[in-house]
């Protein structure tokens, strides 16, 4: 089993950054996709930005392209997201997830393509 937890996510001003990120425990997800998704309230989870196993390839959301980067650290078993230029309709739920499939090159776009999930961290933009 994947434990994933989330960290990083607070309150900040319009135009602020913050960095989050999601450290795995158990099984490693070093040879895995992951993701980024969010839920803002009353809305469904969405996409964010994914990125496959070896940290090659990437992919971002419309909504969030320029402004945001993923990355992650196999050695460390840890996925980052860095949110800059950070706007009020940013603000969500971040769920960081792990795909169980090894060795694929093109990163996941969807809920379905990940099996483990974290709790979520709280990020909130003011105006």
């Known amino acids: 089993q994947v434990q994933l937890v989330e960290s990083g996510g607070g309150l900040v001003q319009a135009g602020g950054s913050l960095r989050l990120s999601c450290a795995a425990s158990g099984r490693t997800v070093s040879s895995g996709n992951m993701g980024w998704f969010r839920q803002a309230p009353g809305k469904e989870r969405e996409f964010v930005a994914a990125?496959?196993?070896?940290?090659?390839?990437?992919a971002y959301a419309d909504s969030v392209k320029g402004r945001f980067t993923i990355s992650r650290d196999n050695a460390k078993n840890t996925m980052f997201l860095q949110m800059n230029s950070l706007k009020p309709e940013d603000t969500a739920v971040y769920y960081c997830a792990a795909s169980s499939v090894y060795y694929s090159r093109k990163p996941y776009y969807t809920r379905d393509e990940y099996d483990y999930w974290g709790q979520g961290t709280q990020v909130t933009v003011s105006s």
């Open positions: 990125i496959s196993w070896s940290g090659s390839n990437t």
